[in-house]
């Protein structure tokens, strides 16, 4: 069973920055790619970023492309996400999630999931 767990959540302005990290539980992390997804007020959640199990592969949705940078350490089982520039559009619930696959982009390919941390950018 894996458990994951979101922090780093807040109110920001607009062009600031946060970094969420996502703790996990297990010992299928290390080799499992890891996702972000954020599901904002009255829309469908959606994809933010992927990462491949060692790292050596990131994928983003082109609303956050040169702007949010995800990263791993698997000695602390930890995925991170780097935001910066934040926009008011950027305000959302973020969850990380764990796929089986090697990497994915849709939120049914991912197996396990946090529980959120809000995401709040003030214009």
């Known amino acids: 069973q894996v458990q994951l767990v979101e922090s780093g959540g807040g109110l920001v302005q607009a062009g600031g920055s946060l970094r969420l990290s996502c703790a996990a539980s297990?010992?299928?992390?290390?080799?499992?790619?890891m996702g972000w997804f954020r599901q904002a007020p009255g829309k469908e959640r959606e994809f933010v970023a992927a990462?491949?199990?060692?790292?050596?592969?990131?994928y983003y949705a082109d609303s956050v492309k040169g702007r949010f940078t995800i990263s791993r350490d698997n000695a602390k089982n930890t995925v991170y996400l780097q935001m910066n520039s934040l926009k008011p559009e950027d305000t959302a619930v973020y969850y990380c999630?764990?796929?089986?696959?090697?990497?994915?982009?849709?939120?049914?390919?991912?197996?396990?999931w946090g529980q959120g941390t809000q995401v709040t950018v003030s214009s």
């Open positions: 297990g010992r299928t992390f290390s080799s499992s790619a």
């Open positions: 999630a764990l796929t089986h696959l090697t990497i994915a982009t849709i939120d049914s390919n991912y197996a396990y």
């Open positions: 990462i491949t199990w060692s790292g050596g592969s990131q």
